[in-house]
C-alpha cells in the first residue's frame, strides 16, 4: 500500500481574479503534469474545462487533478472565487488536509478571500498564503500581510520576501534559508539561479528570520529554552516547529510571487510538501448519529486497515455518465466491492473507478485511506452521502448548504422540450446543491432558484449549450418571507357532525414572535389530561404545514413560537386528525391578528471603486434603501461595504459600470432578514396578489 505520509490533499481558494487556476496551471507544468501551459485569458487552462469557464475566464464548478513532487502525490481541486459559486468551496473544503489561500498583491484581501477564509476556519483547514501578482501595478507585498492580520485576525508568517516590486520584481528571499531566488527574463520557471541576499536586504532578512524563528520554536518548549539561551535551532527543527504550528492553525506561513511570469511557484510547491499535514496528521472526522446529526464520539481514522468510510462530495455528469467524487477516510475500495450508501441503507457494486485530471481521467483498480477519485455511474448517491462497509455502518458529519435567496421562472421555449428539460435539471440538481428548483402549484411554472443573477445566468447557459433546452426567462424574483410582531392568545373549536362518529377537537393557544433565526417553535404547557398528549404531534404538524404560507401574501414564516395551553376533547369524536384540522384553522384565524409583516433579504454588498466616483457610487447605494457601513481607501480606490435589499440589487453591475467608466467591481452574498418599509411592502403584496388573480 502507498506510504499516506507521502500524500496531500489540497485546495486552492480565493477572491476573483486573484490567480488561482492560473496558480493551478503552473504547479501541473513545474510537476510535469502538462507540457504547455494554458492562460486563462485565452480561455486554455485545464482545469476551466466548461465552455462557460473558457468564455467568461472565471472557475465556475471546482476540478480536481493529481500531480506528483519530491516523491509526494499531491491531489489538488481548483476552486472557484465567484461568490455565487461558494457552495463549490466549501464542499472542497470540507474533504481536504490542506489549502493554499492565494491573494491578489495589488487588491489585497478582497471580500470573497474572507468569506472562504471563514469557510476555512470553520473547516479547520491548515492553509500557507500565496501573495501573487507582483509584477501588477500597485502591488505591495507588505501591504497585504498587515491585511491579513487585520481583515482575517490571521497569523501569516512570512517565509519568503519579494525582491524588487511591479516590472522589477525579480524573485524572492527565502527568509528561513537566507537565499536569493532569481529568475532570468525567459519567463520559465526553472531558469533560476540561487544566490546570496542582495545588499540592501539584509538587514530586512534578518529581522524577517528573527521573527520566523522566535514564532516557530514556540512549538517545542526545549527548543525555546535553549534558544533564550543563545542557541540557534537547525533547519530541521525549525521546518518540524513550522510543521507543527500549521497544522495547528496558530500561523499561516506566507510566500510571494507572480505566478504568470512563473516567479516563486517552486518555493509553494516545497512548503506544501513540508509544512502541510498528511491525511493522517489531520483530526479525523467525526462520525454522526444518522437519526439526531449529533456526534457519536467515534472518528474516521485515517488508515487502510479501518472499515470502509468515504464521503461523496461532489457529483458531475459528463459524457461518460455520472461521476462521483469521493474522499476515502478509511479503508481500501476495489472494482467490483459491494459498498452501502448509508444515507439510503442500499448498498451499490463498484463498478468503474477512475484519477481524474480535470476532464481527463485514468482507470484505477484499487483505492486506499487518503485518496480522492471518482467512481462511475453510482445511482442514487447525492452530495454528502456517507459510503461504507456494509458490515461496519457508520455516517459521516453531513454537509449543510445556504438557502437559495434569488428565483427566475423558466419554461421551454417550444413545448416539446417539457420532459427534456425535466430531466436535465434533475441532473443539474444532483451536481449543485444550492441550486434548487420547484413548480409553481398556482401556473405551473418551473421556478429554478440560486444564490445570485450570475449563477442562474450560468445554469440557463449550460442548459442550452449542455443539454440543448431553449428556455424563456422570466424577471428575477426575490424569496420574501414573513414574521409577526405581535402576540396573540386565541382559541378554536374544530366540530363536524355529519352521521356516525364526528370529529372534536378545541385548542387554547397563544403565538408570539420567536428570536431572530429561531424558526419555528411549538410547546405544550397543558396540564391536567385537558388535550390527550397523544394528540400534541398532530397539533405541532397542524400549525407547522401551515408555516409554508403566510397571511399577508403566502410567502414562508420565519421565528414564530406557538403554546398550547389549554382544550378540550371528546372521548369518541377526537382523534388526531381533528385537532390537525383544529391547528390549521386556528393558523388562518389568529395569525392576520398577530401583526404580520413582510421580510426581505438583505445583502452584504462591497463595492470597488476609484477615488473620483467615491459620491456617485454612495449616492446610489443610498437610493437602493442601503445602508452604508464602512469604507476603506486602498492604493487604487476605495472599498465601501454597506447593506443593501437584495430587490434593488438586479442589474447592478451595468450601473456601477457606467458609473465609475467600467473600472468598479463589486460582490455581495446574503446577510440577513429584515423588515420591509410599509410602501415596499404593499406594492409587493399587491404585485403577488394580482400575480394569483390571474392565474
Known amino acids: 500500500m502507498a506510504d499516506l505520509s507521502h500524500y496531500r490533499n489540497i485546495g486552492i481558494f480565493a477572491h476573483v481574479d486573484a490567480g488561482k487556476t492560473t496558480t493551478t496551471e503552473r504547479i501541473l507544468k513545474l510537476t510535469g503534469k502538462i507540457h504547455k501551459t494554458g492562460e486563462v485569458h485565452d480561455g486554455e487552462s485545464t482545469t476551466d474545462f466548461m465552455e462557460q469557464e473558457a468564455e467568461r475566464g472565471i472557475t465556475i464548478q471546482s476540478a480536481a487533478t493529481t500531480c506528483f513532487w519530491k516523491d509526494h502525490r499531491m491531489n489538488i481541486i481548483d476552486t472557484p472565487g465567484h461568490v455565487d459559486f461558494t457552495v463549490e468551496v466549501y464542499r472542497s473544503l470540507k474533504v481536504l488536509d490542506g489549502g493554499i489561500g492565494v491573494f491578489c498583491g495589488s487588491g489585497g484581501v478582497e471580500p470573497q478571500s474572507e468569506t472562504n477564509w471563514r ?43 519579494p525582491i524588487g516590486i511591479e516590472d522589477d520584481f525579480k524573485g524572492v528571499v527565502d ?14 520557471p526553472e531558469n533560476y539561479e540561487v544566490t546570496d541576499v542582495p545588499a ?71 512548503a506544501v510538501v513540508d509544512y502541510l499535514p498528511s491525511p493522517t496528521e489531520v483530526d479525523p472526522q467525526d462520525l454522526t448519529d444518522p437519526e439526531t446529526g449529533e456526534p457519536t464520539g467515534d472518528k474516521a481514522i485515517v488508515s487502510a486497515d479501518e472499515p470502509l468510510r468515504a464521503l461523496a462530495f461532489k457529483i458531475m455528469d459528463d459524457r461518460f455518465g455520472a461521476l462521483t467524487f469521493v474522499r476515502i477516510y478509511s479503508g481500501k475500495l476495489k472494482k467490483g466491492d459491494t459498498i452501502l450508501n448509508s444515507a439510503t441503507g442500499k448498498t451499490e457494486r463498484i463498478g468503474r473507478m477512475v484519477e481524474m485530471h480535470a476532464n481527463d481521467r485514468t482507470e484505477l483498480s484499487s483505492a486506499q485511506a487518503g485518496d480522492i477519485i471518482a467512481i462511475v455511474g453510482m445511482k442514487n448517491v447525492q452530495t454528502g452521502h456517507t459510503l461504507c462497509d456494509p458490515n461496519h455502518e457508520c455516517t459521516l458529519e453531513p454537509m449543510i448548504f445556504p438557502d437559495p435567496v434569488i428565483s427566475i421562472a423558466v419554461e421551454p421555449k417550444d413545448k416539446g422540450s417539457t420532459e427534456k428539460m425535466g430531466i436535465a435539471i434533475g441532473k443539474m440538481v444532483a451536481e449543485d446543491p444550492s441550486f434548487q428548483v ?47 410582531t405581535m402576540p396573540v392568545e386565541d382559541s378554536y373549536t374544530h366540530k363536524k357532525q355529519s352521521g356516525g362518529s364526528g370529529q372534536f377537537g378545541k385548542i387554547d393557544y397563544r403565538i408570539k414572535p420567536g428570536e431572530v433565526n429561531s424558526g419555528f417553535k411549538f410547546e405544550s404547557t397543558v396540564v391536567g389530561g385537558n388535550v390527550p398528549k397523544e394528540f400534541f404531534p398532530a397539533i405541532e404538524k397542524g400549525f407547522k404545514s401551515m408555516m409554508q404560507e403566510g397571511p399577508l401574501a403566502g410567502f414562508p414564516m420565519l421565528d414564530v413560537e406557538i403554546e398550547l395551553f389549554d382544550g378540550s376533547y371528546h372521548a369518541v369524536d377526537s382523534s388526531a386528525i381533528a385537532f390537525e384540522i383544529a391547528a390549521k384553522g386556528a393558523y388562518r384565524q389568529s395569525m392576520p391578528k398577530a401583526g404580520p409583516q413582510l421580510l426581505e433579504p438583505i445583502m452584504k454588498v462591497d463595492v470597488f471603486t476609484p477615488e473620483d466616483h467615491v459620491g456617485d457610487v454612495i449616492g446610489d447605494l443610498n437610493r437602493r434603501r442601503g445602508m452604508i457601513k464602512d ?53 409587493v403584496i399587491e404585485e403577488t396578489k394580482a400575480k394569483r388573480a390571474e392565474k
Open 438 to 484: 420547484e413548480t409553481d402549484e398556482d401556473s405551473g411554472e418551473t421556478i429554478l432558484k440560486g444564490m445570485g443573477e450570475l449563477h442562474l445566468d450560468i445554469k440557463v447557459d449550460i442548459l442550452k449549450r449542455t443539454y440543448g433546452v431553449e428556455l424563456n426567462v422570466g424577471k428575477p424574483q426575490v424569496a420574501y418571507r414573513e414574521t409577526i
Open 631 to 683: 469604507q476603506e481607501a486602498g492604493a487604487t480606490g476605495v472599498r465601501i461595504k454597506a447593506d443593501v435589499p437584495l430587490a434593488e440589487m438586479f442589474g447592478y453591475i451595468g450601473h456601477l459600470r457606467t458609473m465609475t467608466s467600467g473600472r468598479g467591481q463589486f460582490s455581495m452574498e446574503f446577510s440577513h432578514y429584515a423588515a420591509c418599509p410599509q410602501n415596499v411592502a404593499e406594492q
Open 175 to 188: 527568509v528561513l534559508e537566507k537565499k536569493a531566488y532569481i529568475w532570468d527574463d525567459s519567463g520559465l
Open 200 to 270: 540592501d536586504m539584509v538587514d530586512k532578512v534578518n529581522e524577517y528570520h528573527e521573527m520566523l524563528v522566535e514564532t516557530a520554536v514556540e512549538q517545542d518548549d526545549d527548543l525555546m529554552m535553549a534558544y533564550m539561551d543563545g542557541e540557534e535551532p537547525s533547519i530541521e527543527d525549525l521546518k518540524r516547529c513550522i510543521r507543527e504550528g500549521t497544522r495547528k492553525l496558530d500561523f499561516f506561513p506566507t510566500f510571494c510571487g507572480s505566478a504568470f511570469k512563473n516567479k516563486g511557484v517552486q518555493n509553494v510547491l516545497d
Open 119 to 161: 469557510y476555512a476556519n470553520e473547516s479547520e483547514v491548515s492553509r500557507i498564503i500565496f501573495v501573487n501578482k507582483l509584477d501588477r501595478m500597485g502591488a505591495d507585498f507588505y501591504r497585504v500581510v498587515g491585511q491579513v492580520k487585520k481583515v482575517l485576525g490571521a497569523n501569516p508568517l512570512v517565509m519568503t520576501l
